[in-house]
Structures are given as C-alpha cells and as structure tokens.
C-alpha cells in the first residue's frame, strides 16, 4: 500500500466503527474515570458533543467537500453507488477530529472535551453508515427521508434550474441547491442551503420546521408524521428512489472493498490516540 492510498484510502464501514468506536470508549474513560464526571454528565456532554458534530459535518460537505476537495468528492458524485469510495478516509478525519479536540479542549476545557469527543465519534460512526445506506437497497423506513434528501443533494435541482434533473457531473454538482447536511437539516436552515423544492418540503410545508441538531432524529420524526398522516408523497427524483435492477447496484459485502486487518488496527489505534491529548 503505498503512503498516498494508506491516507486517502476510503475505509472498510468495519473500519470506521472499530475507529470511532475506541475513540468513544477512550473519551468515555477520560471523562468517568480520569476526570472524576458522573455518567449522567458524560451523557450530557456526548449528547451536546452530536450537535458539535453535525455542525462540524455540514461544514465540512460543504466547504471542505466541495470546494477544498471539490475534485476528489466529484468521484462520489459521478458515481455514487459505488461504495467502495463512499466512507471519509479515517487518517484525515482523525486529523480534523484532533484539531476539533484541541479547540474544545481550549474553550470548555478538558472535562467537558473529553464527553464531547465521545458525542463526535458517536456521529461519525452514525453518519458514516447512514450516508453507505443512503447509497444502497438497504434503507429502513425510518430512514426514508434522511436518504431522500441526500438524494436531493445528488439528483435534485440546481438554483437556475425549473425542472428535476439529474446532476452529477464535474461542471454542475457545485450549483447544487442545498441539501448539505447528511443526519440533520438543521444546520441547512441555520445557513440557507435549505432545499425549497424539495417535495416533502413541497406537500408538508410545516416539516420545515422539524428542524434538531442531533444526527437523523429530525428526519426519524418527519417518517413518524407522514407515516401517521397516511398519505402519500412523491419521491425527490424517480430514477434514485425506486429500486433499479439489482445489476446495478453494488451493496454486497465485497462492494465495500476488502477489510484489511492492518489498516484496522491502525485506524483503532489513531481513534484513542485523539484522546489522549485530553488526559
């Protein structure tokens, strides 16, 4: 594996939950048994720690994605069934994750960091296998509207744009209307990136106001409403939300690319290492 790869390299879903979650139970550690909090405080902090990251997760699609990274996110945009590139490389999210630590450490301090970092890794690993079932057949109806409106972000329609068209191409992802949060559309209301022809915006206009920081909870209430209102709604973009032929997709196991114990062993042991900026 040559340097470049092991540090841009999309990891193993397997991956990613064996990184963020020892990066968890070191900031669960750190909190308990190190800096003396209850649980129901670690609790607290983890849950303020999830809106910490939506904030940090839409700005870093937004931003970071698409404009720092424009050229290399365009390749999950031109082919975004492809699930072997789908998953943010860990050793730059550890990096971004270490800075992210560094400054709560500086601003609350290290008692209240450390239940924080344990909120983020919580909504890596949440948002990382949310945006894979975003991606495949495997959606649960609970979901439905979470991975409709990451749909909008990749299929819907751009500002200039009257009618649905799919855009994923190089030119025309960037004028994408909004939609740049992947658990929550709170922060796409805070900042205006808020997708206004949406059609689940568009038949319940009041879900426009079901707006939490916390990862996939407003979206899990939106499905719970429509649901209880038995009614139906239109899908965001026909060709993305019904099933295609299953020749198409990609959502096997091997689709995931291989999970290769070495690069796991090292991604654990980069996720607690984080924490120990905060001892």
């Given at each position: 594996m040559t340097i470049k790869r092991f540090f841009l390299r999309s990891p193993h879903y397997l991956e990613v939950i064996g990184c963020f979650s020892c990066m968890w139970i070191m900031s669960f550690f750190s909190s308990v048994w190190l800096h003396g909090l209850s649980y129901s405080q670690f609790l607290l902090n983890m849950i303020m720690g999830t809106v910490v990251y939506t904030l940090i997760e839409y700005w870093f699609h937004r931003?970071?994605?698409?404009e720092l990274l424009s050229r290399i996110h365009n390749n999950h945009h031109r082919e975004p069934r492809k699930l072997k590139i789908i998953t943010t490389p860990i050793i730059p999210a550890i990096v971004?994750?270490?800075?992210?630590?560094l400054i709560l450490n500086l601003v609350f301090g290290q008692k209240?960091?450390?239940?924080?970092?344990?909120g983020i890794a919580i909504g890596q690993i949440m948002m990382e296998l949310t945006h894979v079932l975003h991606h495949s057949r495997n959606t649960h109806w609970l979901l439905?509207?979470?991975?409709?409106y990451h749909l909008w972000h990749h299929f819907g329609v751009t500002k200039d744009c009257e009618t649905s068209k799919l855009m994923s191409s190089v030119d025309t992802h960037k004028k994408l209307e909004s939609s740049h949060g992947l658990t929550t559309p709170f922060w796409d209301f805070v900042f205006r990136t808020q997708p206004t022809s949406w059609p689940v915006y568009r038949r319940y206009p009041f879900l426009r106001f079901v707006l939490l920081p916390f990862p996939l909870v407003s979206f899990v209430?939106?499905?719970i409403v429509i649901r209880a209102l038995t009614l139906p709604i239109s899908s965001p973009?026909?060709?993305e939300t019904s099933s295609p032929p299953k020749s198409e997709w990609q959502d096997s196991l091997s689709a995931f690319g291989k999970l290769e114990f070495g690069y796991f062993l090292s991604s654990c042991v980069g996720g607690m290492s984080?924490?120990?900026?905060?001892w």
């Open positions: 931003f970071v994605l698409h971004y994750d270490l800075l992210i630590i209240t960091a450390s239940g924080l970092n344990g439905r509207y979470a991975r409709s209430l939106m499905a973009a026909k060709e984080t924490v120990f900026f905060l």
